[in-house]
T-cell receptor, first 117, second 113 residues
Framework: ETGVTQTPRHLVMGMTNKKSLKCEQH?????MYWYKQSAKKPLELMFV???????ENNSVPSRFSPECPNSSHLFLHLHTLQPEDSALYLC????????????????FGPGTRLTVL | GENVEQHPSTLSVQEGDSAVIKCTYS??????FPWYKQELGKRPQLIID?????GEKKDQRIAVTLNKTAKHFSLHITETQPEDSAVYFC????????????FGTGTRLTVIP
């Protein structure tokens, strides 16, 4: 599959489990994002990485821990989650904004549907 | 930070009719406004976008208008078809900083055959 891929597509975990979500992009982009999508809420930006460096942490609880080993891969490590963390977690990638007043389209992955019991 | 509001949350139209979705934003520094379509069980995909230096943009049956003074922008879909049924998200991006998007809450559009 080309573009942005995410694994697993579905995940059920207990509150004491530790799991990781994986995102991979094949578009040659240098910016990657994690979003949380809950019912009746906006897409919430969680983390942003530009050139493997975290440039944004949108007040996300420490039970979510991102990792970006290279420009093509992004992980979200999960531990001691709460039931309210159940949501669709979307990864996206783009070229970073390098020029003022420019914008580069974000391409989304299919998401991981997470259920915390 | 930027706050984007979107209305309505749900919209049902008869096939062939037009659909309009409206968004407002709070930060006058925002200058890029994309619209994403998310079909059931699928990823959000960009369908059209507009930059602050234009007031309207059209692509076949889809058009977007922007009123910078009032800080609102709208998505217009004409001659709707069943395959237009999806959730539509508006977003805004601020000129400074990273390539970040601030999304609205989404509108679930249902086109009734």
């Amino acid at each position: 599959e080309t573009g942005v891929t995410q694994t697993p597509r579905h995940l059920v975990m207990g509150m004491t489990n530790k799991k990781s979500l994986k995102c991979e992009q094949h578009l040659g982009h240098n910016a990657m994002y994690w979003y949380k999508q809950s019912a009746k809420k906006p897409l919430e930006l969680m983390f942003v990485y530009n050139f493997k460096e975290q440039t944004e942490n949108n007040s996300v609880p420490s039970r979510f821990s991102p990792e970006c080993p290279n420009s093509s891969h992004l992980f979200l490590h999960l531990h001691t989650l709460q039931p309210e963390d159940s949501a669709l977690y979307l990864c996206a990638s783009s070229q970073p904004r390098l020029v003022r007043n420019s914008y580069n389209e974000q391409f989304f992955g299919p998401g991981t549907r997470l259920t915390v019991l | 930070g930027e706050n984007v509001e979107q209305h309505p949350s749900t919209l049902s139209v008869q096939e062939g009719d037009s659909a309009v979705i409206k968004c407002t934003y709070s930060d006058s520094a925002s200058n890029y406004f994309p619209w994403y379509k998310q079909e059931l069980g699928k990823r959000p995909q960009l369908i059209i976008d507009i930059r602050s230096n234009v007031g309207e943009k059209k692509d076949q049956r889809i058009a977007v208008t922007l009123n910078k003074t009032a800080k609102h922008f709208s998505l217009h879909i004409t001659e709707t078809q069943p395959e237009d049924s999806a959730v539509y998200f508006c977003a805004a991006s601020i000129t400074t900083g990273a390539n970040n998007l601030f999304f609205g809450t989404g509108t679930r559009l249902t086109v009734i055959p």
